[in-house]
């Protein structure tokens, strides 16, 4: 059997929660408070986009990406944000027409770019071929990954149509499917490519 008693192990726990108690706690908080004033502010850049059609104008900090910027300070929230690390396709926005994922993207690269996002998709009160055809395959499931993948079909429309199944599968392929419903989505991509 152990030699340790629960009244000894109590009393050297007591012991040891009171010396840690003594040290940091008098010397952490200012230290801290004293390296916060002494921290170099964050760079800022005034930049100027297009998204969707619109001219916009703000000041960004370096270190932000062109997700953060759309969903936290445009409040476009339709690009969604998965990963936040560039592997599942969620935040898929075009960039001057092409596919990118906007969570590895910085602001302040899209500086005088076009940014086109699912917002942008309808006009006028008119759905895109590319949605309609995705509701009439019951593409979305959840719903989580569908604007991204409304938008890499559409950066792989604006390039090409009357696409063949293997190419709608590789246009499609950065962009994960946690519902795994991607036969219908590339089932829909197809359909849509066909009326264009
Ligand atoms: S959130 Fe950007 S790739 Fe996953
Ligand atoms: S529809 Fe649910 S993640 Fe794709």
């Given at each position: 059997m152990s030699g340790i008693?629960?009244?000894?192990?109590?009393?050297?726990?007591?012991?040891?929660i009171a010396a840690a108690a003594t040290v940091p706690a008098l010397t952490v908080g200012p230290q801290r408070k004293a390296d916060a004033q002494q921290r170099e502010p964050v760079p800022q850049t005034r930049i100027t986009l297009t998204v969707n059609g619109e001219t916009r104008a703000l000041t960004v900090e370096d270190r932000w990406t062109l997700?953060?910027?759309?969903?936290?300070?445009?409040?476009?929230?339709?690009?969604?944000?998965?990963?936040?690390?560039?592997?599942?396709?969620?935040?898929?926005?075009?960039?001057?027409?092409r596919n990118i994922y906007?969570?590895?993207?910085?602001?302040?690269?899209?500086?005088?770019?076009?940014?086109?996002?699912?917002?942008?998709?309808?006009r006028n009160g008119a759905?895109?071929?590319?949605q309609e055809a995705f509701i009439e395959h019951d593409a979305p499931q959840c719903g989580f990954c569908t604007s991204g993948q409304l938008m890499s079909?559409?950066?792989?429309?604006n390039e090409r149509t009357n696409v063949t199944e293997a190419g709608v599968r590789e246009a499609l392929a950065g962009n994960i499917c946690r519902c795994s419903n991607f036969l219908n989505y590339q089932a829909a991509v197809l359909a849509a490519s066909r009326r264009a």
């Open positions: 008693t629960r009244r000894s192990f109590l009393g050297r726990s007591g012991a040891g997700v953060e910027v759309l969903r936290d300070h445009l409040r476009l929230t339709g690009t969604r944000v998965g990963c936040d690390r560039g592997e599942c396709g969620a935040c898929t926005v075009l960039l001057d027409g906007a969570c590895s993207y910085l602001a302040v690269w899209a500086d005088g770019k076009d940014v086109e996002t699912v917002e942008g998709l309808a759905l895109d071929p590319l079909a559409k950066a792989l429309l």
